[in-house]
Structure formats: structure tokens, C-alpha cells
């Protein structure tokens, strides 16, 4: 995959590790998920990844903090929950507010503000995730 140009979309060091072993182009890995440990964001940022997606705020200070002291500016999106339910099995919808993924939809452009004002962060937009699995765009289109 790697020698073909793809890129991978991690949720965790271990994941980091491996795309990384595996050949991946640092700046093609986009660290996503919730969780993600001080740890973990050290070593994403150490690895000069691609992409953060945020999911609170409180992550998106953590993150700055930690680019901050390393005189980087770490290259994150602030994942949205746009409360569209995309039809999938409940064990894997991740668009709808008792999902708790990403931060609501009135909260964030407030939410991004601060967070674009913080010295370490280059935020550039938002993300969303409704699902995996959809059989119709609708929903995608909805969010």
C-alpha cells in the first residue's frame, strides 16, 4: 500500500508504529479517535505526521501544548458530530450526539476559534465521521 502511495488514518501509537513500519509517508497519516494519550500525540508529533483530528477541545490544548514546546505547529482539524444518524449498525455510528464523537456542531465554531488562536496548532477545518458501512449518500449529505 505504501509503495503505492496510500496513506493510513491511525487511532493509536501501536497504529503509528506500524504504518510507519510499514513504509507510510509520515505526512500521509492522519491520526483520528478518541483517547489519544500524551504519549501518543509526542510521538505522532515527533513522527511529523500529516493530520490530528480533534475531538475535544481540552485535546486540541493538550496537542498545542506539546507542539508548542517542540517549536512545531501540529496540523489538526476539529472533528464536528452533526447529529445525522447514517443508517448503520449501532455498533458503529459515530454521527449522532449520543455517539459522543467530535464536538457539537453549535459549539464548534466558538470552540475552533479559540483553539486557531493557540500558539503549536495550524488548524485548517473541520472533519466528521457518521459511520462506516452506509449503503446512501443521504446522510453523508445531510452532515
Do not use: C, W
Request: aromatic share 4%; no cysteine; hydrophobic share 40%.
Amino acid at each position: 500500500m505504501a509503495e503505492r502511495g496510500y496513506g493510513a488514518d491511525i487511532v493509536s501509537g501501536g497504529e503509528l508504529r506500524r504504518a510507519l513500519g510499514a513504509g507510510m509517508n509520515p505526512r500521509d497519516v492522519v491520526f483520528s479517535g478518541a483517547g489519544k494519550t500524551n504519549r501518543e500525540l509526542s510521538e505522532a508529533l515527533e513522527a511529523r505526521i500529516g493530520q490530528f483530528n480533534l475531538e475535544l477541545e481540552e485535546e486540541g490544548e493538550v496537542l498545542a501544548r506539546l507542539a508548542h514546546g517542540r517549536g512545531m505547529r501540529a496540523p489538526s482539524l476539529l472533528r464536528v458530530d452533526p447529529d445525522v444518524d447514517a443508517g448503520t449498525h449501532a455498533k458503529i455510528s459515530t454521527g449522532k450526539r449520543e455517539n459522543k464523537f467530535g464536538v457539537a456542531t453549535a459549539d464548534a465554531p466558538a470552540m475552533y476559534d479559540r483553539l486557531a488562536r493557540l500558539n503549536g496548532l495550524d488548524l485548517r477545518g473541520v472533519a466528521l465521521h457518521i459511520g462506516s458501512q452506509l449503503s446512501d449518500l443521504a446522510p453523508l449529505e445531510a452532515a
